[in-house]
């Protein structure tokens, strides 16, 4: 049995600026960090003889065929075609936080299942071959509106910084500060859950129909991630990175109405006058986790105010999808 690890992912600024249909004309920057929570996939020897049919893979559902092309999870299928696995084996998959949340797990997904069916090939591909995997499965084979950050984070792990140039080249950063910075960012951020899943599909899809009404918002988006990376690299107080990520907020719900609604608005505010400096929804809006900076003597105040909404615990993944059985 195989079983690979692949990490969730939070995305602090740039969001938006990492569609290839907008950086391909002006360029796109993403900073974040690969988070310790992760999906999981198994991958077996189906014992084909012993059954009417040679494929099992398990999500929320359970399909049993007797060839992959009979695989309705478009994803699954698609992926072990281009795996050149067309029977004998059996695939599950487990999750340790909700799908569909703004955290990356879309991507995870695609990145997971390709290391852990190189493994089950006896192969063990590098992080930038798994990335290219990912992009072109997800953009090109399976056509969905979708940018190219989740794929990366999943990949390498790590706190990054991203740049997507006009030439189509990506470039991937590690963000080195100190240990000291480090803690003093990471112990003023907080994470809740919305409780409200979404697909990102729909906001994507509007926003890449829209690319030219919001290339200069999403430019505005981009600066900032530049800004924000370069502000962590000084020596000012961390929490002016808080207010930052309060503009990046206000800059991002005017991408589309979708990516906020009221649930999401009171949550914030309520964050906020408790004592939040910032902070923002996470992936492509409409739901999932919100993530906010607080400095730590407000937290008890900002976690009475949003009681009621489960608050996640997490640190920096350092690596990208790894095999952890073989």
Same mark, same amino acid.
């Given at each position: 049995?195989? @079983?690979?690890?692949?990490?969730? %992912? *939070? ?10 249909? !907008? !950086? ?6 993403i900073l974040?960090?690969?988070?310790n929570? !992760?999906?999981y996939h198994?991958?077996? %020897? &189906? ?5 009417d049919?040679?494929?099992? *893979? ?32 059996e695939?599950h998959?487990a999750s ?60 390498y792990?790590? &706190? ?9 080249? @990506?470039?991937? #950063? ?5 240990s ?13 859950y919305?409780? @409200? ?6 906001? =994507?899809?509007?926003? *890449?129909?829209?690319? =030219?009404?919001i ?8 600066? #900032? ?12 107080? @961390? ?7 309060? #503009?990046?907020w206000?800059?991002?719900? #005017? ?25 923002k929804?996470l ?5 999932? &986790? ?10 008890i ?5 949003l =009681?009621g &909404?489960?608050? *996640?615990?997490? =640190? ?8 952890i059985?073989?």
């Open positions: 049995m195989i @079983i690979s690890k692949t990490p969730l %992912r *939070i995305s602090f600024f740039g969001g938006g600026s990492d569609i290839p249909e !907008y !950086y391909n004309i002006y360029g796109g920057a974040g960090f690969a988070i929570k !992760y999906i198994t991958a077996s %020897r &189906f014992p084909s003889e012993l059954f049919y040679s494929v099992r *893979i398990s999500y929320s559902k359970v399909e049993c065929v007797r060839n992959t092309s009979e695989i309705l999870h478009a994803p699954f299928r698609e992926i072990l075609r281009i795996m050149n696995i067309h029977r004998d084996v695939i998959i340790d936080l909700p799908s569909f949340s703004g955290l990356g797990s879309s991507s995870a997904f695609t990145v997971g299942l390709f290391n852990a069916l190189h493994a089950f090939k006896g192969n063990r591909p590098k992080s930038k071959q798994l990335a290219d995997q990912a992009i072109h499965m997800e953009r090109e084979v399976l056509h969905e509106a979708v940018g190219c950050q989740d794929q990366i984070f999943a990949s792990g790590g &706190f990054r910084f991203i740049e997507f140039t006009k030439e189509n080249e @990506i470039k991937i #950063q590690s963000v080195n500060i100190s000291q910075r480090k803690k003093e960012l990471f112990s003023s951020l907080m994470l809740f919305t409780g @409200i899943t979404r697909s990102a599909q729909v906001v =994507e899809a509007n926003k *890449i129909k829209n690319i =030219e009404k290339s200069e918002t999403l430019t505005k988006i981009k600066r #900032q991630s530049y800004e924000a990376y370069d502000y962590l690299l000084g020596s000012g107080h @961390i929490n002016k990175f808080g207010c930052m990520l309060h #503009q990046a206000i800059e991002k719900k #005017q991408l589309d109405p979708s990516v906020s609604n009221s649930t999401i608005d009171s949550m914030y505010q309520r964050a906020v006058s408790a004592g939040a400096l910032g902070g929804l992936g492509a809006g409409g739901g999932g &986790f919100l993530l906010l900076f607080v400095p730590i003597d407000k937290q105040k900002v976690r009475d105010a =009681e &909404f489960h608050e *996640i615990n997490f =640190e920096v993944s350092n690596e990208g999808s790894t095999i059985h073989s």
